[in-house]
T-cell receptor
Framework: DVKVTQSSRYLVKRTGEKVFLECVQDMDHENMFWYRQDPGLGLRLIYFSYDVKMKEKGDIPEGYSVSREKKERFSLILESASTNQTSMYLC????????????FGQGTRLTVV | GENVGLHLPTLSVQEGDNSIINCAYSNSASDYFIWYKQESGKGPQFIIDIRSNMDKRQGQRVTVLLNKTVKHLSLQIAATQPGDSAVYFCAENMSSGTYKYIFGTGTRLKVLA
């Protein structure tokens, strides 16, 4: 089975802290994604990557950056956490062929205080 | 079951009845569609997919219908069970150009005993 693993289920961070969210997939997928999920807004794409060291901005990249140094790992970085970044963060991966489902991790519930 | 659109976020269905969840997708160029199920505190799970060259696809107790003319997708769940209680949302994808998915905001399905 495909597995997408996020490093933390719950995180509490202080305003201004630098936060790292890690995601690892074991299916050799080319594409990886970071979404945030907020009530009433659905899943919004923050960044995605279609290859190692490649990244593209999604719909809401402000305040975030990403790193993909290895194919299996995609990290989301909050440079200076703010309270409006309190959310559920979901990582996903998919194969590079198009017309392929995205597989999701279990999510990280981040609270910024 | 009762048809609902995404402007009504909750669908309540008696156990054993059929459920129908609807989704209006946004991009006429999308050619691949997925339904996901998300249980509380978990990441989205794949249920069923359909390509644009089909108008119906059946899985185990689930059927997806695609109407490209009106850009409409529906998920039918037969003999709804308590374990079906979750948020369901659709996703659209294009096989060429971008690897991004566009997600609907979701419908919460409540199964009444």
């Amino acid at each position: 089975d495909v597995k997408v693993t996020q490093s933390s289920r719950y995180l509490v961070k202080r305003t201004g802290e630098k936060v790292f969210l890690e995601c690892v997939q074991d299916m050799d997928h080319e594409n990886m994604f970071w979404y945030r999920q907020d009530p009433g807004l659905g899943l919004r794409l923050i960044y995605f990557s279609y290859d190692v060291k490649m990244k593209e901005k999604g719909d809401i990249p402000e305040g975030y950056s990403v790193s993909r140094e290895k194919k299996e790992r995609f990290s989301l970085i909050l440079e200076s956490a703010s309270t409006n970044q309190t959310s559920m963060y979901l990582c996903a991966s998919s194969s590079g062929q198009g017309r392929a489902e995205a597989f999701f991790g279990q999510g990280t519930r981040l609270t910024v205080v | 079951g009762e048809n609902v659109g995404l402007h009504l976020p909750t669908l309540s269905v008696q156990e054993g009845d059929n459920s129908i969840i609807n989704c209006a997708y946004s991009n006429s160029a999308s050619d691949y569609f997925i339904w996901y199920k998300q249980e509380s505190g978990k990441g989205p799970q794949f249920i069923i997919d359909i390509r644009s060259n089909m108008d119906k696809r059946q899985g185990q107790r689930v059927t997806v219908l695609l109407n490209k003319t009106v850009k409409h997708l529906s998920l039918q769940i037969a003999a709804t069970q308590p374990g079906d209680s979750a948020v369901y949302f659709c996703a659209e994808n294009m096989s060429s150009g971008t690897y991004k998915y566009i997600f609907g905001t979701g419908t919460r399905l409540k199964v009444l005993a």
